[in-house]
């Protein structure tokens, strides 16, 4: 029984409109997110951006691909995931992402308008998963994703 935990909560901006693929029957959507942290060092105010790839599937990448766009606030919460890859050249090559679990929009009213029939904050959308237990997309080639 594994005891390790991986989950993540973040809150940023979206860098860029999510793109959205449909991928074996099942909607995904990929994005980035800007996070933005303020701190003092010595008795200096300084700021540093992070950026952090996001993924989403099923229901969730509709919604987002529905009504989010470049410049909202978002957070999302997930987990991380470590994709390898081989490149063209032969080399081994891995990123990792976070496959988003949840979301909610921030910000003020208009920025985060939604029709009432969604709610505000999506529920954790189950995977289809195959008689191993694993989830059926985990073999999608990863360049497919990108």
Known sequence: MA???????????????????IISGTSLVNFSIANNRSFVASGVKK???????????????????????????????????????????????????????????????????VPTSLPPSPNPIPQPQSEQGENDLEDVDVEDIF
């Open 3 to 21: 005891t390790d935990f991986n989950t993540v909560i973040l809150i940023g901006r979206l860098t860029r409109d999510p793109e959205f693929k």
């Open 47 to 113: 700021e540093e951006t992070h950026f952090f790839d996001c993924f989403a599937w099923g229901k969730l990448a509709d919604i987002l691909k529905e009504y989010a766009s470049k410049g909202k606030q978002i957070q999302v919460s997930g987990r991380l995931v470590q994709e390898t890859w081989d490149t063209s050249d032969g080399k081994k090559a891995s990123k990792i992402r976070i496959r988003v679990e949840n979301f909610q929009f921030l910000g003020t009213r208009s920025e985060t308008a």
